[in-house]
């Protein structure tokens, strides 16, 4: 009975409608009935974005009218490429990419430091010239080498880049990506590993991505973990636990909480859908998980 009365209490949050809470829906189902009172307004408390790559079957420009029509604000992960064709339709790219060697290959390695300062100097400018403030990076594999060997390797790197970043304007976030399901032996898998290197680097030029599904799967404890660390988070992603498909009550995670928490902190950057979506309806899934997150 306590679990069923949280979750009426979070669609109340979510949909306000009184209705809804006298019968015995599901998440999914109370959004499915009511469309018509959702509609396509927002409650503005969370800026909306969405991780490209989950939607990579639908071509750019369809899900770019798709995005703005629902009233979301950013596409990311995408690069210089990209970034004409968003702005066409009023969108922004809230978490860019375009540098760097990918996931596996990262800062924690010394020998690609000088490959990895060049590519990231290379995109600084374009950044500005953009209106972009941000650039996502990563750590790297482990290989074998040491939680403390890493950080200091990746520090030596970073600390390179940031008098251009500073210079301008533009911000390094690292990701906080699982190493149990999706990325086996990277290196920063631990809010406190990431924090420490912040710690460590000491500019407010680099931050990290605090990424909700693969923080969920290392650590759990979200929630105490973004309102004691949330200065050092400069953007954050869903997804649904387990699996990564929608943040419905087909997962574990209360998502309605958690940005409320967010919010709480005072942030007032984006949040980046990352779920890919099960069903056959993509659109309705990014839909749904959007209204699921804009707290009133």
Same mark, same amino acid.
């Given at each position: !009975?306590?679990?069923?009365? /949280?979750?009426?209490?979070?669609?109340?949050?979510?949909?306000?409608?009184?209705?809804?809470?006298?019968?015995?829906?599901?998440? &999914?189902?109370?959004?499915?009935?009511?469309?018509?009172?959702?509609?396509?307004?927002?409650?503005?408390?969370?800026?909306? /974005?969405?991780?490209?790559?989950?939607?990579?079957?639908?071509?750019?420009?369809?899900?770019?009218?798709?995005?703005?029509?629902?009233?979301?604000?950013?596409?990311?992960?995408?690069?210089?490429?990209?970034?004409?064709?968003?702005?066409?339709?009023?969108?922004?790219?809230? !978490?860019?990419?375009?540098?760097?060697?990918?996931?596996?290959?990262?800062?924690?390695?010394?020998?690609?430091?000088?490959?990895?300062?060049?590519?990231?100097?290379?995109?600084?400018?374009?950044?500005?010239?953009?209106?972009?403030?941000?650039?996502?990076?990563?750590?790297?594999?482990?290989?074998?080498?040491?939680?403390?060997?890493?950080?200091?390797?990746?520090?030596?790197?970073?600390?390179?880049?940031?008098?251009?970043?500073?210079?301008? *304007?533009?911000?390094?976030?690292?990701?906080?990506?699982? /190493?149990?399901?999706?990325?086996?032996?990277?290196?920063?898998?631990?809010?406190?590993? *990431?924090?420490?290197?912040?710690?460590?680097?000491?500019?407010?030029?680099?931050?990290?991505?605090?990424?909700?599904?693969?923080?969920?799967?290392?650590?759990?404890?979200?929630?105490? &973990?973004?309102?004691?660390?949330?200065?050092?988070?400069?953007?954050?992603?869903?997804?649904?636990?387990?699996?990564?498909?929608?943040?419905?009550?087909?997962?574990?995670?209360?998502?309605?909480?958690?940005?409320?928490?967010?919010?709480?902190?005072?942030?007032? *950057?984006?949040?980046?859908?990352?779920?890919?979506?099960?069903?056959?309806?993509?659109?309705?899934?990014?839909?749904?998980?959007?209204?699921?997150?804009?707290?009133?």
């Amino acid at each position: !009975m306590e679990a069923k009365s /949280s979750r009426r209490s979070a669609l109340k949050n979510i949909i306000g409608s009184a209705a809804i809470l006298s019968a015995p829906m599901t998440l &999914t189902e109370a959004f499915a009935a009511n469309e018509k009172i959702l509609g396509s307004e927002l409650n503005g408390k969370i800026n909306h /974005s969405v991780c490209r790559w989950c939607y990579s079957k639908i071509p750019l420009e369809d899900l770019c009218k798709e995005v703005a029509a629902m009233g979301m604000k950013s596409i990311e992960l995408q690069g210089p490429d990209e970034w004409p064709i968003l702005k066409k339709y009023g969108l922004h790219c809230a !978490m860019p990419w375009g540098a760097g060697l990918g996931i596996e290959k990262g800062f924690n390695n010394p020998a690609l430091h000088d490959e990895l300062v060049a590519s990231y100097e290379g995109i600084f400018p374009k950044l500005k010239a953009a209106g972009y403030d941000k650039v996502i990076c990563f750590s790297g594999n482990r290989k074998g080498m040491s939680n403390e060997e890493g950080m200091e390797n990746c520090a030596k790197g970073l600390k390179r880049l940031m008098p251009s970043a500073e210079k301008h *304007g533009i911000t390094m976030v690292m990701e906080l990506l699982n /190493s149990k399901v999706n990325h086996k032996d990277y290196m920063c898998d631990y809010s406190k590993w *990431g924090v420490d290197l912040c710690d460590k680097i000491g500019s407010e030029r680099f931050k990290l991505l605090y990424d909700i599904y693969h923080m969920q799967i290392m650590e759990g404890d979200v929630i105490a &973990t973004i309102k004691k660390y949330h200065p050092y988070f400069a953007h954050y992603h869903t997804g649904g636990v387990p699996g990564r498909a929608e943040i419905d009550d087909t997962q574990e995670l209360n998502y309605p909480a958690i940005m409320r928490a967010i919010v709480e902190t005072g942030y007032k *950057g984006y949040v980046g859908q990352e779920f890919v979506p099960k069903r056959s309806d993509q659109i309705a899934s990014l839909k749904q998980g959007m209204k699921i997150c804009d707290i009133a």
